[in-house]
T-cell receptor, first 113, second 112 residues
Framework: GESVGLHLPTLSVQEGDNSIINCAYS??????FIWYKQESGKGPQFIID?????DKRQGQRVTVLLNKTVKHLSLQIAATQPGDSAVYFC????????????FGSGTKLNVKP | NAGVTQTPKFQVLKTGQSMTLQCAQD?????MYWYRQDPGMGLRLIYY???????DKGEVPNGYNVSRLNKREFSLRLESAAPSQTSVYFC???????????FGSGTRLTVV
């Protein structure tokens, strides 16, 4: 079946450094991916998305990279700030069912001052 | 602009009790979803409603029922709560199927 996983459950970075959060997916038919940020006690918040016809997409301080060859997704956060401390999830549309996103278990990002 | 509103925020139930979790969105979205979030397991889809008048099972529907009351509201009911249903429940909505969600702030449910 489909699976979405993260390489590192916890990532600690120094304030001002760049952060890279990784995600692997198994369904080669998935064609839409989203990164969410979840702060403690809150619901997930949309950060950025990418479709499979793209390799890279940039937002404000964030960049998502998609490598379809190895089924790998990454989120890069530039100049990480304390407010970036949260759990980050990647999600994929589950193949042919466009109603179902599959979520990874998340990576916790700790930003040290 | 409220987005997705969930009530209650916290609830403690005894095993066997029933309750309904409420969700309402004010963005005129067509699709609505219920997820549960457990430690180390990510978000799992319970039920979804692709459009008003339709509901379908997700990954973990057992023990739950849903009602799409109108375009704005989508409720989740636990008929006979079990400790295994202790979790954080999130409602979400999207304008179109297969696009990014807007999530509510969650309901933390404990079944004792």
């Amino acid at each position: 079946g489909e699976s979405v996983g993260l390489h590192l459950p916890t990532l600690s970075v120094q304030e001002g450094d760049n952060s890279i959060i990784n995600c692997a997916y198994s369904n080669s038919a998935s064609d839409y991916f989203i990164w969410y940020k979840q702060e403690s006690g809150k619901g997930p918040q949309f950060i950025i998305d990418i479709r499979s016809n793209m390799d890279k997409r940039q937002g404000q301080r964030v960049t998502v990279l998609l490598n379809k060859t190895v089924k790998h997704l990454s989120l890069q956060i530039a100049a990480t700030q304390p407010g970036d401390s949260a759990v980050y999830f990647c999600a994929e549309i589950g193949g042919y069912n466009f109603n179902k996103f599959y979520f990874g278990s998340g990576t916790k990002l700790n930003v040290k001052p | 602009n409220a987005g997705v509103t969930q009530t209650p925020k916290f609830q403690v139930l005894k095993t066997g009790q029933s309750m309904t979790l409420q969700c309402a969105q004010d963005m005129n979205h067509n699709s609505m979803y219920w997820y549960r979030q457990d430690p180390g397991m990510g978000l799992r889809l319970i039920y979804y409603s692709a459009s008003e008048g339709t509901t379908d099972k997700g990954e973990v529907p057992n023990g739950y029922n849903v009602s799409r009351l109108n375009k704005r509201e989508f409720s989740l009911r636990l008929e006979s709560a079990a400790p295994s249903q202790t979790s954080v429940y999130f409602c979400a909505s999207s304008e179109l199927q297969g696009y990014g969600y807007t999530f509510g702030s969650g309901t933390r449910l404990t079944v004792v």
